[in-house]
């Protein structure tokens, strides 16, 4: 494979509910990226992680906790979100976070009911 | 932290029909991209250009570092070029430009 995978495409989940997206990238890259975009709003970048190390928490709430145990896998546990969570969570790569472009997957549209 | 601001918000072409997306910063950025997400939400990257010019067939864009903004030309635009068009600097995303391109 190539490229930055992400699962699962969909996700429908209760408040009450525990789920995980995962990000895996084949591109040899050292920083991930964590990004949402909501219905007309703008990508706001949640999470950056650089070599494992995580770089940039944009004040995420804790119902949303990142995990990045080696520069190829991402992942983003969600435990007892709210309906406003949902959206299209984007997740990202590139060599390095700041002279490097992104290279994007298709994202997981998650709706929260 | 940086802002990022794209214009127009909303574009809508005749097929055929030429136009230029810009996108201005706030500050210096050294890794300006250029991304179009189509209908099913992927984000395509376009160009990643921190200065000068570049071309990819009817597509090309410009970055002037020292003036902060970067503009992304489509010539003879087609159906296919619908979606929203947005740029990258430093961690911070625009707004996006929302593409029309009518047959």
């Known amino acids: 494979e190539t490229g930055v995978t992400q699962t699962p495409r969909h996700l429908v989940m209760g408040m009450t509910n525990k789920k995980s997206l995962k990000c895996e990238q084949h591109?040899?890259?050292?920083?991930m990226y964590w990004y949402k975009q909501s219905a007309k709003k703008p990508l706001e970048l949640m999470f950056v992680y650089n070599f494992k190390e995580q770089t940039e928490n944009n004040s995420v709430p804790s119902r949303f906790s990142p995990e990045c145990p080696n520069s190829s896998h991402l992942f983003l546990h969600l435990h007892t979100l709210q309906p406003e969570d949902s959206a299209l969570y984007l997740c990202a790569s590139s060599q390095d976070p700041w002279n490097y472009g992104y290279t994007f997957g298709s994202g997981t549209r998650l709706t929260v009911v | 932290g940086i802002q990022v601001e794209q214009s127009p918000p909303d574009l809508i072409l005749q097929e055929g029909a030429n136009s230029t997306l810009r996108c201005n910063f706030s500050d210096s950025v050294n890794n300006l991209q250029w991304f179009h997400q189509n209908p099913w939400g992927q984000l395509i990257n376009l160009f990643y250009?921190?200065?000068g010019t570049k071309q990819n067939g009817r597509l090309s864009a410009t970055t002037v570092a020292t003036e902060r903004y970067s503009l992304l030309y489509i010539s003879s635009s087609q159906t296919t070029d619908s979606g929203v068009y947005f740029c990258?600097?430093?961690?911070?995303f625009g707004a996006g430009t929302i593409l029309r391109v009518k047959s």
């Open positions: 250009i921190p200065s």
């Open positions: 591109l040899g890259h050292n920083a």
């Open positions: 990258r600097g430093k961690l911070v």
